[in-house]
């Protein structure tokens, strides 16, 4: 299993921004995938969070109305939409998923496989 997360990007307040991770090397979709953070000086956090599906997800209560997380199995492709960026977004994220599980989760140790991360800065 390869996540590979890419989108990330230098964008002012209030812009918007599309993060990718495509997982190569399994053939399947049946497991749970998420995002999460980390800023600088800051330990990671919990983002959003999808269900093999598709049909459930979870946000964090910062992103929650302003980011959309999706997914397309048929290109084993999960997504993070991000409007109305602030500040307070700049991290690096990370995309994550789960081993075997179906259901989304908010902890960091329900995923097993994580992406490499992709820097996204927020300019004032």
Do not use: H
């Amino acid at each position: 299993v390869q996540l590979q997360a890419c989108g990330g990007g230098l964008v002012q307040t209030g812009g918007s921004l599309r993060l990718s991770c495509a997982d190569s090397g399994r053939t399947s979709s049946n497991y749970a995938m998420g995002w999460f953070r980390q800023a600088p000086g800051k330990e990671r956090e919990f983002v959003a969070t999808i269900s093999w599906s598709g049909g459930t997800t979870y946000y964090a209560d910062s992103v929650k109305g302003r980011f959309t997380i999706s997914r397309d199995n048929a290109k084993n492709t999960m997504y993070l939409q991000m409007n109305s960026l602030k500040p307070e977004d700049t991290a690096v994220y990370y995309c994550a998923a789960a081993a075997t599980s179906l259901l989304p989760s908010r902890r960091y140790n329900a995923y097993k496989y994580w992406g490499q991360g992709t820097e996204v800065t927020v300019s004032s």
